[in-house]
């Protein structure tokens, strides 16, 4: 059985710093994608950042680009988002998220939340202002 569990969320002040940390498990394969995405209250999951199975690349939507880090963790079944800059707009349920398919489309396949098979529960991320 697949479970991906995300942990590191909480509440912080606007411009703080936040760090997530999602572990997949129950994979049968070694290589597969990686993504986080979130969803604030009364709108749509939407992408946030991504790292593709062959681990060459990262993407990032525009809202955080240059304020977030997504990074492969200690373990290759682990990924991290290191958030900075943190905005209240930033408030939101994060998930992360595995796609299986090995894939070699575009930065573009990976922003939608079909091409994933499996998703964590998530953890609340809510910053004051």
């Known amino acids: 059985q697949v479970q991906l569990v995300e942990s590191g969320g909480g509440l912080v002040q606007a411009g703080g710093s936040l760090r997530l940390s999602c572990t997949a498990s129950?994979?049968?394969?070694?290589?597969?994608?990686m993504g986080w995405f979130r969803q604030a209250p009364g709108k749509e999951r939407e992408f946030v950042s991504v790292i593709p199975w062959s681990g060459r690349s990262t993407y990032y939507s525009d809202s955080v680009k240059g304020r977030f880090t997504v990074s492969t963790g200690v373990t290759r079944n682990t990924i991290d988002l290191q958030m900075s800059s943190l905005k209240p707009e930033d408030t939101a349920v994060y998930y992360c998220?595995?796609?299986?398919?090995?894939?070699?489309?575009?930065?573009?396949?990976?922003?939608?939340?079909?091409?994933?098979?499996?998703w964590g529960q998530g953890t609340q991320v809510t910053v004051s202002s």
């Open positions: 129950g994979l049968l394969s070694r290589s597969y994608t």
């Open positions: 998220a595995v796609d299986t398919r090995l894939s070699s489309a575009g930065s573009d396949y990976y922003t939608h939340r079909g091409t994933y098979d499996y």
